[in-house]
């Protein structure tokens, strides 16, 4: 957990000022978003994990 809040600190507040706190709930929606469902993961075998999990349902199906 604290690997996430790192990471979601250093790409989120470190290069940018909010000028609100609805701006920044709105990146932060957003860059969770990003994070569970599309960005690539080397450990998924370079897919996002939606390509990952769809591949999964397929070879149950």
């Not at 790409?11 to 569970?36: F, R, V």
């Not at 996002?48 to 769809?54: F, H, K, S, V």
Request: charged share 30%; no cysteine.
């Amino acid at each position: 957990m604290e690997s996430f809040f790192h990471t979601m600190k250093t790409e989120l507040y470190y290069e940018h000022h909010y000028q609100t706190k609805d701006k920044l709930i709105k990146a932060m929606t957003e860059w969770i978003e990003y994070y569970n469902q599309y960005r690539i993961r080397h450990i998924l075998k370079g897919k996002t994990p939606i390509e990952y999990r769809n591949l999964a349902l397929e070879k149950v199906a």
